[in-house]
């Protein structure tokens, strides 16, 4: 500032403060404007199935894939009322995509975690009972195995480019997925199940592993719900229920606040 002394007469002056040149051309302060908040993390939820692909199917004919998408939407619209994250689908609608483009989806979009949803069947219909599912190169039992198998297959919809790849690049491909991805999805895992439990019934070691196409995002923590088995009279009759489906989406959502809480 310039400070300029301006005579009166008689005597009398008067002083008074200028701003200098320099002061009127530097930029203004940015300090009053707002801080560029991050953006929400985005949950990427996976229908299970869709189009040409029915999925299992139940004991009185309900579709998997119908199922899957119903519960999916539940979850959205719960985690989207939270208010705490961006949610989106890999289908909104019954159409068919190939495993390896639901990754794709997920990857391009940014995903912070990704939720496949399936509801598969069994040759024993006694079994029911809802499990979480992450990725491994070896199964961590027959069954899941088999479900890892049938699961895979369902590429089988979309033509030759997407048949399932050899034991020996399956491996290669798990290999690729970072430590701190495979930790992700484990506590995940852990949380799905541990929300599910004394709501939902469950497979005993709910937590189980295998090579899941679908899970194969090796930036993006990754889990495979799966809801029930159609095969079962039981739990097919629960998924059909809108308020066992509802149970379902809370519990999930459950799971996913604690996952975000602590990673």
Same mark, same amino acid.
């Given at each position: ?66 199922? /899957?998408?119903?519960?999916? #939407? =539940?979850? @959205?619209?719960?985690? &989207? ?5 961006? *949610?989106?689908?890999? +289908? ?81 491909? /798990?290999?690729?997925?970072? #430590? =701190?991805? @495979?930790?992700?999805? &484990? ?5 799905? *199940?541990?929300?599910? +439990? ?66």
């Amino acid at each position: 500032m310039l400070t300029r002394r301006v005579l009166l007469g008689a005597g009398v002056a008067v002083s008074f403060l200028l701003p200098d040149r320099a002061a009127l051309s530097a930029p203004r302060s940015t300090a009053h404007r707002p801080v560029a908040r991050a953006p929400k993390p985005l949950v990427m939820l996976d229908p299970g199935h869709g189009g040409k692909d029915p999925g299992a199917i139940g004991v009185s004919g309900t579709y998997e894939k119908h199922i /899957a998408l119903a519960t999916a #939407q =539940e979850l @959205r619209r719960m985690l &989207a009322l939270a208010g705490r994250y961006r *949610v989106e689908l890999t +289908r909104t609608r019954d159409i068919f995509i190939p495993l390896q483009e639901r990754v794709a989806i997920a990857q391009r979009k940014g995903a912070s975690l990704f939720v496949s949803m399936h509801a598969d069947a069994l040759s024993d219909h006694s079994v029911r009972g809802a499990s979480v599912y992450t990725l491994s190169d070896t199964a961590s039992d027959s069954q899941t195995a088999a479900l890892a198998q049938r699961e895979n297959a369902a590429d089988r919809f979309g033509g030759p480019q997407f048949r399932n790849t050899s034991p020996e690049v399956a491996r290669i491909l /798990a290999s690729l997925v970072r #430590q =701190e991805t @495979r930790i992700g999805s &484990a506590r995940m895992a852990h949380g799905v *199940v541990g929300a599910l +439990r004394g709501d939902v019934p469950l497979l005993a070691n709910p937590a189980r592993h295998a090579g899941f196409v679908v899970l194969k995002a090796a930036d993006i923590p990754s889990v495979l719900v799966e809801m029930g088995f159609m095969s079962n009279k039981a739990d097919e009759a629960a998924l059909r229920r809108p308020a066992h489906r509802m149970k379902v989406a809370a519990a999930m959502k459950q799971a996913v606040d604690a996952y975000f809480r602590h990673a």
